[in-house]
């Protein structure tokens, strides 16, 4: 998935890009209120983490921009004010969900799994289709009684396509939602990774569609 880091603390940032990247998300940083609504402009994210103080401004006044223009990009802000009434106001003012700094990593990733499980509407963490079960927290697939594990990019390419079973995709749209701008992409590396997942999927009935010209579909019989 695809991610837009709005952070002023240069290490910090680097590391949550190295420690999102690992889990196989795309990640886009800026270190301004105006970075990141040029980047809001021109790309569509599935999740935005969000810092307070930051050069131009409160990160508050961008998030209330952001849920007036009504834009439902879940956002999670990162803050150092920990008072129930700042949390309180957080909230109120859209965000999704907040994290205290200093925090661990570990509990970051885990807000985030929970942030994009409800955003998806499920509200358990294993997800089924058809003859198979998906487990993000394990990054395997369970068809039959065989369990098969899911490299990173292969597990966000089927975050992708299970989220709309029978939506085609096109390589354009998955290019943005699996890499950041800072990437360098090859032409073929949809349908390698397309590939790599298809075998995975050998012995469900699951499988994914290439529509010639179109692009990409899961389908489920």
Avoid at 99 to 109: H, Q
Avoid at 189 to 210: M, N, P, Q
């Amino acid at each position: 998935m695809r991610f837009l880091l709005i952070e002023d603390t240069a290490d910090l940032a680097r590391a949550l890009k190295d420690v999102l990247a690992l889990d196989g998300h795309a990640v886009d940083w800026v270190a301004t209120m105006t970075g990141a609504d040029d980047c809001l402009a021109t790309t569509t994210y599935d999740l935005i983490l969000l810092d307070i103080t930051l050069p131009d401004g409160d990160g508050r006044s961008f998030l209330r921009r952001h849920r007036q223009a009504r834009r439902d990009t879940p956002v999670i802000v990162m803050t150092a004010r920990s008072a129930v009434a700042d949390r309180v106001d957080l909230l109120d003012s859209g965000a999704d969900d907040y994290i205290t700094k200093p925090f661990d990593f570990a509990e970051l990733e885990a807000r985030v799994r929970a942030v994009l499980r409800r955003r998806g509407g499920a509200a358990e963490t294993v997800r089924r289709y058809a003859d198979l079960s998906f487990n993000p927290l394990t990054a395997t697939l369970t068809i039959g009684s065989e369990t098969r594990e899911l490299r990173n990019r292969e597990m966000r390419l089927f975050e992708i396509l299970l989220a709309a079973p029978e939506r085609i995709f096109s390589k354009d749209q998955l290019c943005d939602r699996l890499f950041s701008h800072s990437e360098s992409v090859s032409d073929n590396a949809i349908e390698v990774y397309v590939g790599r997942l298809r075998k995975k999927l050998l012995g469900s009935c699951v499988r994914i569609e290439t529509l010639r010209g179109l692009g990409y579909r899961l389908i489920g019989a």
